[in-house]
């Protein structure tokens, strides 16, 4: 109430103040155009007289002047005519004026003083006059003046008017402005407030759910409701969460939680932060126009880790690769991420041009990349790619150190085949480091391996780390192998660790996942979502189909992309009667496109694409949805709830997080995964429809089972995957590999 008559009354005095001003504007404007006005007439009239009085004067008929004079003091406005001698003495005047005006008359004798007309206001009988005053000569002789009074209370009546009549509009546009003021603040502000209070009352008790949440009129209130859901859904999700983990406790499990692992590495690490170093940074800024957008990049890494160190509180070293990424960090290269609820530090590396073309471009991507993939595309070793790959492991091993000097034995988790030769820099530098790294691809055979020129370097840097991590036991025992053939060291077997130069280093298993999400699920609301989002996606794409399959994947070789498409190709010519009915849509994301394998690839994608549409579409259906761009977490998801197939043909994958993020997605508990038997994850999803990506007639055939699947059957695979999933998240396979680093810290300070 008090914001109310504050702001009545802010309004009426700002309204009062600009009509104030305008008013007196306005009046001054019109009392100068009308005193113009009346001079005007008044300069025209004297002039006139003139002409009649000079000659009268001279001949000193003073009878036939008072006559003139007389009879022109007649006429409306003009009060009277007076005619001075030289010495401003009256020689006739209007009789009604004799009596009324001073003798001498000041501004005739200034007339006759100064030679020139006179005009200005004066009091007359209490009434405003307007005198003009005009001299007259004989030869070269002043013999006197004429005088004219005209009424001029009219210019003040006038002036009186627009006053009234502009306090009446003051007072008519203040109640408007105050009520239209009052209308809109409750219709955009108060109003919606109200709501969200109310809504916040339900969320608080336990009644309302966050969709209830109705959107702002207008965007006024848009950043505070976008908090407000936030704020709620995290609030949500920490209920349900918290009411889960009571029930999994009561039940005697141990499912990881985001919360479970922020307490584990509270008591493992004991402050202890976890500085985590890889080529890709989790946020990228880019330029749009004048404004900055922050980008989450596409790979199974970001989706993995993020979740990770937001529960940390760590510090993530990234190559910065974005064109506005130097716009945004501090003096250290340094930013709180992410950008709409900072809970970590991101910390960039800066490279030249020729260093990410020898290092990520050369040496990573198109010598080890196609190394540990066996997708017979062949390596390519460059002396100066090698030469680059070294000169960037040290620059990120100068930045971390940099970051860990002022700690105390610390904790580092290195990602990926990039940064192969970082463990072993660190140790050098600091052998008090707690090192692990993590091996996202496939680790190939000795045979395969030998191809590089630097195995043994590329080993030897690896060695570094306390613990190697693998996806599953096979790239493991690979690694081992490969270290047998190439290194003199010690392996044992039982304990499977590599013993070499007095250090020992432990390769484990550790398959990657994803979060889970939500942990209690409404199967009725999972449904009508889906249908929802099918019903919405295929209006975007045009199309009208029953049966919906979809592909997430990165353009990449080892994907099976072009082997996908043409068992699609291939079912739909042994299986005709889903012409018209199923389509499949890929969210294909462009990747190192300046290597020209990839360029090949995705030119190689869409003609196969253009080739099965030619040969099957028709004028409202085509068999594939071929979306090449970057697609934000938001829009997968979308796909992958909405879709009644997810494919994932690898053929060659570490672990392959798309597979697990389709099945935690599904709430409905419906849905068939086809999964390659090339991948990690097909290790842990038996559930699967499991495939050989080359055998295009067997894709072929489990598109046609996964799709006319029974639906109990296909709702039993999906749960026992959600909870293979749900027991193997991300939560649990980064509090596994931190309790061996922590276990080691602990195991060292003894000995």
Request: charged share 25%; glycine share 6%; with cysteine.
């Amino acid at each position: 109430m008090k914001i109310t008559i504050r702001l009545i009354v802010s309004l009426v005095f700002i309204v009062a103040l600009v009509a104030v001003g305008f008013s007196s504007y306005q009046v001054r404007a019109e009392k100068k155009r009308l005193t113009a006005e009346l001079e005007r007439r008044a300069i025209i009239l004297a002039e006139s007289l003139q002409e009649s009085v000079i000659p009268l004067i001279a001949s000193n008929s003073l009878q036939k002047l008072n006559r003139l004079v007389e009879r022109f003091g007649n006429r409306e406005r003009l009060k009277g005519v007076a005619v001075y001698d030289r010495h401003g003495n009256i020689l006739a005047v209007t009789p009604d004026l004799a009596s009324k005006i001073p003798q001498p008359l000041p501004p005739a004798v200034k007339s006759v003083a100064e030679n020139q007309p006179v005009g200005s206001l004066m009091s007359i009988d209490d009434k405003e006059t307007y005198f003009y005053a005009l001299p007259f000569s004989e030869g070269d002789k002043i013999t006197g003046t004429l005088v004219l009074f005209h009424d001029a209370s009219y210019i003040g009546v006038r002036l009186k008017e627009i006053w009234k009549h502009n306090l009446l509009r003051f007072l008519t546009l203040s109640i408007l402005i105050v009520a239209i003021t009052l209308l809109v603040i409750r219709w955009s502000i108060t109003g919606p407030i109200a709501q969200i209070a109310a809504w916040m009352r339900e969320m608080r008790s336990g009644k309302g759910k966050i969709d209830q949440l109705v959107s702002p009129r207008g965007d006024v209130l848009a950043p505070l409701i976008s908090e407000v859901a936030h704020l709620a859904k995290s609030l949500a999700m920490a209920r349900a969460r918290a009411e889960e983990e009571a029930r999994l406790r009561f039940k005697a499990e141990s499912v990881w939680t985001a919360n479970r692992l922020k307490e584990h590495m509270r008591a493992e690490l004991k402050g202890k932060k976890l500085f985590l170093v890889s080529n890709r940074e989790p946020y990228m800024h880019a330029k749009e126009g004048r404004n900055i957008r922050c980008i989450v990049p596409a790979g199974g890494l970001v989706t993995a880790l993020d979740p990770v160190m937001r529960v940390c509180d760590g510090m993530w070293i990234a190559h910065g690769s974005g064109d506005a990424d130097r716009e945004v960090v501090d003096a250290e290269d340094k930013l709180r991420v992410p950008p709409d609820e900072p809970a970590y530090t991101l910390k960039r590396v800066w490279l030249t041009k020729e260093e990410e073309d020898g290092y990520y471009y050369g040496f990573s991507n198109e010598g080890l990349w196609p190394l540990c993939h066996i997708t017979h595309t062949r390596p390519v070793f460059r002396l100066e790619d090698w030469v680059y790959y070294q000169k960037v492991n040290e620059k990120f091993a100068e930045a971390l150190l940099k970051e860990i000097s002022d700690e105390e034995s610390p904790l580092v988790l290195i990602q990926d085949y990039h940064l192969a030769l970082l463990p072993l820099l660190v140790k050098e530098k600091r052998p008090d480091a707690k090192v692990a790294l993590f091996w996202h691809i496939p680790w190939p055979n000795p045979e395969s391996f030998g191809i590089c020129p630097w195995q043994q370097e590329i080993l030897m840097g690896m060695l570094g780390a306390d613990i190697i991590g693998f996806h599953i036991q096979y790239h493991c025992n690979n690694f081992l192998d490969t270290v047998d053939r190439f290194l003199e060291s010690k392996i044992n077997w039982e304990q499977f660790s590599v013993e070499r130069g007095g250090s020992t280093t432990l390769i484990k298993p550790f398959p990657i996942s994803v979060d889970f999400g939500n942990l209690v699920l409404d199967k009725v609301a999972a449904i009508s979502e889906k249908e929802l989002l099918r019903e919405n996606l295929l209006k975007e794409i045009d199309l009208r189909v029953e049966y919906l399959g979809v592909g997430v994947d990165r353009l990449d070789y080892t994907k099976g992309i072009p082997e996908r498409f043409r068992a699609i190709e291939r079912f739909l010519e042994k299986y005709p009667e889903f012409i018209g009915k199923f389509t499949f849509v890929e969210l294909g994301a462009p990747s190192r496109t300046h290597i020209k394998r990839y360029h090949d690839l995705i030119a190689e994608v869409e003609e196969i694409a253009e080739k099965i549409n030619w040969r099957f579409q028709t004028k409202e259906w085509k068999p594939i949805v071929f979306l090449k761009a970057h697609h934000s977490h938001e829009t997968i998801y979308r796909y992958y709830k909405a879709s009644d197939i997810c494919m994932v043909t690898s053929l060659h994958d570490g672990m392959n997080l798309v597979a697990k993020e389709f099945v935690a997605s599904r709430e409905d508990e419906d849905g068939a995964l086809i999964l390659s038997r090339f991948t990690g994850a097909s290790r842990e999803l038996s559930d699967a429809v499991i495939v050989n990506p080359y055998d295009i007639e067997g894709m072929a055939d489990a598109v046609y089972s996964a799709l006319n699947m029974e639906t109990t059957e296909r709702s039993e695979r999906m749960k026992r995957m959600r909870a293979v999933v749900k027991e193997h998240n991300i939560y649990r396979w980064a509090g596994d590999l931190i309790t061996e680093l922590a276990r080691l810290r602990v195991s060292s300070a003894e000995n």
